[in-house]
């Protein structure tokens, strides 16, 4: 049972979500001290618990967004197990759920009949499309809604074809949008004593995110292209390349580029025509870059990394996945943590007054918590 203290301490949260993207939702509520009940179908439960990587016969995919949470098995078609939910959604402060539109309707369970046996009942649902447009009905995983939202299709070099973002960034932001939204209407409800439906499409929360490629397309009424790892509108803002690494390199105003210029003893390039503004840098940023590296070129990335720090301009290593777990940043952070001895991500909400514990429960065993919740729901 998750005894952490935080500001969502007493909150009761049922969880019908499963894989990624809602259970990433209901985690950031357990992390903010909800109590999350996961109800799973029988025998096999979610289906990530079969997923890889495993350590111990235990699915990481199901452990990273499932630690802390109570688990049980209900058979919703069962009169008994019927039973037990509806007084789990009695006592409920928050019922979450990330099946396509219609599904909870079919299985006797829509927002309008629940709200009835608890009017203060946060609805939230989480699904590819949304409740409502044309495409409501059609099923949806990650890297289809990364194809559908522009994400792919801008993402990746000029010269070289769409790119799935390295993670499933699609199912991760409708979760959070999930938290933002429960966390909203729970505000709502201390106002008006009413509980809500939150609705959340991950194509929604995608598109929310494209910034610049939008901004382009609104600005030209054109579609941009695919601009590897530099910014469309600030230079020199990319990847370059030193004497035996890479590094990344960010000048967002002229008095940044200026310090750079000093610290690659580049000083002529300040009052270098092709460069003295920001435009003008974009305009001619690939002539820059190579001179740039032509200098980079001549020390090794830890030497480039120490002068460039030191003149104020922001600039980092490249670090492999598990470079950056091991940073001594990643430890001050509290971001890697102990959960049911499996080291996993930490809560990235620090929040003043409450604690962030190293050590944490792990994921529940399909049905662990089974007795004891169908006893305390049985009435």
């Known amino acids: 049972?998750?005894?952490?203290?935080?500001?969502?301490?007493?909150?009761?949260?049922?969880?019908?979500t499963h894989v990624l993207n809602g259970p990433f939702g209901?985690?950031?509520?357990?992390?903010?001290?909800?109590?999350?009940?996961?109800?799973?179908?029988?025998?096999?439960?979610?289906?990530?618990?079969?997923?890889?990587?495993?350590?111990?016969?235990?699915?990481?995919?199901?452990?990273?967004?499932?630690?802390?949470?109570?688990?049980?098995?209900?058979?919703l078609k069962d009169k008994d197990?019927?039973?037990i939910f509806y007084n789990m959604i009695k006592k409920a402060d928050v019922l979450a759920e990330n099946y396509r539109p219609g599904v909870m309707e079919k299985l006797g369970f829509p927002w309008e009949k629940l709200q009835e046996i608890n009017p203060r009942l946060i609805y939230a649902s989480s699904s590819g499309f949304g409740h409502t447009g044309p495409l409501r009905d059609m099923p949806a995983y990650d890297t289809i809604i990364q194809a559908m939202s522009g994400l792919m299709m801008e993402t990746g070099f000029p010269d070289g074809p769409p790119v799935r973002v390295g993670t499933s960034i699609s199912d991760l932001c409708a979760g959070i949008y999930m938290f933002a939204g429960i966390a909203s209407a729970l505000y709502g409800r201390e106002k008006t004593g009413h509980g809500a439906h939150v609705d959340i499409a991950m194509f929604d929360a995608t598109l929310s995110l494209l910034e610049h490629g939008l901004m382009s397309y609104i600005a030209t009424g054109r579609s941009p292209g695919r601009l590897g790892n530099r910014h469309p509108y600030m230079a020199p803002f990319d990847i370059f390349n030193t004497q035996d690494s890479s590094i990344s390199v960010c000048c967002g105003n002229d008095a940044l580029f200026s310090s750079l210029c000093e610290a690659l003893q580049l000083e002529d390039l300040i009052k270098d025509p092709r460069f003295v503004s920001n435009e003008m840098r974009v305009n001619n940023q690939a002539e820059l870059k190579i001179i740039l590296e032509a200098r980079l070129k001549t020390q090794p990335s830890s030497y480039w990394i120490e002068h460039i720090h030191m003149a104020g301009v922001p600039?980092?290593?490249?670090?492999?996945?598990?470079?950056?777990?091991e940073h001594p940043q990643t430890k001050a952070r509290n971001m890697m943590i102990d959960a049911g001895g499996i080291r996993m991500p930490g809560n990235p909400v620090k929040i003043s007054g409450y604690p962030d514990p190293h050590v944490r429960s792990g994921a529940a065993e399909l049905n662990q918590d089974g007795e004891r919740l169908r006893a305390e729901f049985s009435h």
């Open 1 to 16: 049972m998750n005894n952490r203290r935080g500001p969502f301490d007493g909150l009761l949260v049922i969880d019908l």
């Open 26 to 75: 209901t985690q950031l509520l357990c992390d903010a001290g909800a109590r999350v009940i996961k109800v799973e179908r029988p025998e096999q439960g979610d289906d990530t618990r079969s997923y890889e990587p495993f350590i111990d016969n235990q699915s990481l995919y199901y452990s990273f967004v499932n630690r802390g949470k109570e688990s049980i098995i209900l058979d």
């Open 315 to 325: 600039v980092a290593p490249l670090l492999t996945v598990a470079e950056a777990v």
């Open 81 to 83: 197990d019927l039973g």
